[in-house]
């Protein structure tokens, strides 16, 4: 198992990147540890070489860089010769917390997708508050516009993670939506419903409000890429504005507010734990021929470690081996349901 | 000033909706208000009756009932008999806590649009956390579906409000995106943002996301409904499940918890509070001939107060004249132009 790592990207590169895959190396020493980037600065971090290639190179991309451009022009960027190693063979998989776009962009044309799926999305696992077990959601915005069929591949993809790499059983899928009720919704989402109402390996369980994403409705969510970004940069708008609101009022209560933080620490630090969503892992490109993962820039150490973590369920698992023939499988019936009705309009007429 | 109310829309009607029409009556004593509903139950609450018809029906809307088949067959339901005087110039402005699908219903089919407004949009004042300012946002879910001319007339509306009921001198509108630079987004939103920044009247500032909004990035924040009802109960979501996961903890934590509960008791009913946005009164049904208000089922007698005096402003500010002004204004000059189009066409042959 061989994980591709862009050891340039992110706000506290490489030192967070390469200390997380330190960290990870104590519990995965079989993995073969590919770090891309400036060899001087990475070699500082290195604690254990067995195990770590070092490939060095001076260019990398920024956060600020035009993404399409930024992976055409840069070709000897970190992160694109990470990519080109999954393509080639090298890698089996590639971690960034470098620009999102880029990474995006990088996974749709040097890796590419898998055959079936159109548009892939990003998924992230996030948090449920009445339990620890999380939902995944997709698509959290890889695409300003989806359609009927990619929700359906998002279903697809998502219940399959949900069972691969989370271990939970026949996952319930949901269809975010404005309402419950079947005849609810936009055209998308009227024709989604239809679609993976047919779709009898999945156990899709109707629509979803995102009034109940937190209480842990579904296991999977799926979503346009434009919804799908509004919602979590609305969790993570509100929640934050929250904790800001309650930190103030508590600072501007004196010695009260002090004492009763104080007793409350456990309390509140839980509470914060509770919207960490980090502890799930990295967000996926997912749809591409192999994994394509990504973290915060702010990730640290222990953030890059249980991405590892969760990389290394992926491959273990065997899921985008699987999903691969799923698809094809899936492409074939199609193809042979429109042989047949194209046979059944002949003897019509 | 006359304001029909349905005394039977919420779960605590009438009880609530006339208690609060008592309240406001303090502050208010020259609004005619007319109470729609069972005579007999309204009249236990009524205090004061100067300046206070009731309306007897036995008839009224359930949460439960279909809303356009409730409005067209309960021909005698309050909410009806409400948006019928609005209608024959008897009421200046309809209240409801009741079912909100068929109010926004009876604002269309029986109050009427504003001509030059295509899809009426559903409107509240949202909190800001680093202030008491609040802003509005628009459509939270009347339609499932908007186009771009449907969001620039939203921009209109909501800048209206925010200078005529809160007093915000040149309102800032944003246009919810999934990135701020001007060549983000979907067809939708593209599309806006041109025709946003040719409206010289209007203070656009662009593009905003759904991470800002509590920041008070924007006066005026306006998006399709979909997203805009996504948006909506997202907030509402989060914010109940961390306060819930809060208690819990706080619960949990025993008698360490209970005295840091106390001590903290002003900071966290201020969180509550912060969040609370009935403060600012009900949802406006937007774009209609008069001002149609929708408030929570579980209203009490205070948010039932605040919405009146939320009509009341509107009502005293003669917004819906002004906006029925420059919709037709708006409407000439695009009749103009056009003409000028056509003329340029022919001399161009």
Redesign the interface.
Known sequence: MRIAVDAMGGDHAPQAIVEGVMLAKKDFPMIEFQLYGKESEIRKYVTDETNVKIIHTDEKIYSEDEPVKAIRKKKQASMVLAAQAVKEGRADAIFSAGNTGALLAAGLFIIGRIKGVDRPGLMSTLPV?TSDAGFDMLDL?AN??NKPEHLVQYAILGSFYASHVRGIKNPRIGL?N?GTEET????L?KKTYELLKAESDLNFIGNV???????GVADVVV?D???G???L??????????M???KD??L??GL??K??????K???R??KG??DYAKYGGAVLFGLKAPVIKTHGATGPEAVAQTIRQIYTMLDSHMVEELVAQFEEKKKQEGAFSINEKLQKKVDK
């Open positions: 508050m915005g300003a516009e975010l404005n609810k919704g936009s055209e989402t409000e995102a009034r109940e994403l937190l209480n979503t890429g434009f919804t970004n509004a919602v940069k609305t969790i993570e708008g509100t929640a934050l504005n929250l800001a609101v309650l009022s508590i501007d209560a009260k507010g004492l009763g933080a104080l007793l409350l456990d309390s509140l839980g509470l509770k919207m």
